[in-house]
């Protein structure tokens, strides 16, 4: 497929770029399982960006990425600092990257940035990305309203570079069904942090294994910040009081450093605990390389099984 050939990646497969999670070492860990990883620069200063960086060249020898968080309020220095860096291949979320665009492509950068709409990936085709990512509403994190399922086609429909899609992809049923909906690889997050290798709490990889389908919610709706984490006292509390009315700065007091409270702390009732829908299917910790080999097994199962399918 496009991905792995043009960045000479074993799997066509982009880490997502999980503020706090992607660190150095584990953005290096899943490009040396084969994948591309990402360093997360959500929550990061341009200083532990660089130092993500150096740690990321110490313990891989393999093409790894960095994924700019563009709500950072040192974005503008951190878009800068990848140039100088010599990173290859960037990804961008949470925003438009446009004003950075000249500078990566004379760089020589690989840049995708993360879509949620028909009208950004156009956007970002005319300001010279050599691939999107569209990520649907499944995913965690910061998202948009679109599913994987009705973005990734109608994406498809209007561009004609490379989509990578994103949202709700952790097995190989629903990587075949990406691939059946136009795509050109795939972006996965919630499925590699039930990893050994992910740096979180171990009560948030625990609540990762325990959730179920319904198990997580989109707070920040009505505010504008659609964050999907998982249902625990924190998100219960900030939507009945988004449902009251209550003003951006009462509802940031929830949530500011809430992240930080569940990767670090490990503390699961005011903890952000940020994860996709399919959390309710990650049932299983074990090694990056093995969850990221598996997936393509199943993918190439899959793939045969509705080849036999008599219609
Ligand atoms: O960026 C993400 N996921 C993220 S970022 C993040 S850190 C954070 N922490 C607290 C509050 C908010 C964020 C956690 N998860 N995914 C990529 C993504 N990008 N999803 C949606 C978008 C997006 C939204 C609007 C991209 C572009 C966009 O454009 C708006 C415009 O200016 O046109």
Avoid at 5 to 33: C, D, W
Avoid at 176 to 204: C, K, R, W
Avoid at 226 to 248: C, D, Q, T
Wanted: a neutral charge; aromatic letters at 4%.
């Amino acid at each position: 497929m496009w991905l792995d050939e043009t960045l000479h990646l074993k799997y066509p497969l982009i880490q997502g770029g999980m503020a706090r999670v992607a660190t150095g070492a584990f953005a290096a860990a899943v490009s040396n399982a084969g994948a591309l990883g990402l360093i997360g620069s959500g929550g990061m200063t341009c200083d532990m960006l660089r130092e993500a960086i150096h740690e990321a060249k110490s313990k891989t020898d393999r093409i790894f990425g960095v994924n700019l968080m563009l709500m950072n309020p040192e974005a503008d220095a951190q878009a800068q600092l990848v140039i100088d860096e010599g990173i290859k291949v960037v990804t961008t979320g949470a925003g438009n990257p446009g004003k950075y665009m000249k500078a990566w492509k004379e760089a020589g950068i690989i840049v995708m940035p993360v879509v949620p709409s028909a009208a950004l990936a156009k956007r970002m085709e005319r300001a010279g990305a050599d691939a999107v990512i569209a990520e649907g509403t499944e995913s965690g994190g910061h998202v948009g309203e679109l599913t994987t399922m009705a973005l990734v086609p109608q994406v498809k429909a209007v561009v004609s570079i490379p989509v990578i899609a994103a949202g709700g992809i952790a097995s190989g049923k629903q990587a075949l069904a990406a691939l059946a909906l136009g795509a050109d690889g795939f972006q996965v997050g919630t499925m590699l942090l039930a990893s050994y290798e992910a740096p979180i709490h171990e009560n948030y990889k625990q609540a990762i294994l325990k959730a179920k389908d319904t198990g997580t919610v989109v707070t920040g709706r009505i505010g504008g910040t659609p964050v999907r984490i998982i249902k625990n006292k924190m998100a219960k509390n900030y939507i009945k009081k988004e449902k009251e009315g209550a003003s951006l700065m009462e509802l940031e007091k929830f949530t500011l450093g809430g992240l930080r409270r569940a990767v670090v702390d490990g503390d699961v009732d005011t903890g952000s605990l940020m994860a996709g829908q399919v959390a309710g299917m990650v049932n299983k910790e074990d090694s990056l390389e093995h969850i990221i080999a598996n997936l393509f097994d199943e993918l190439k199962a899959e793939q045969k099984r509705v080849s036999e399918i008599k219609l």
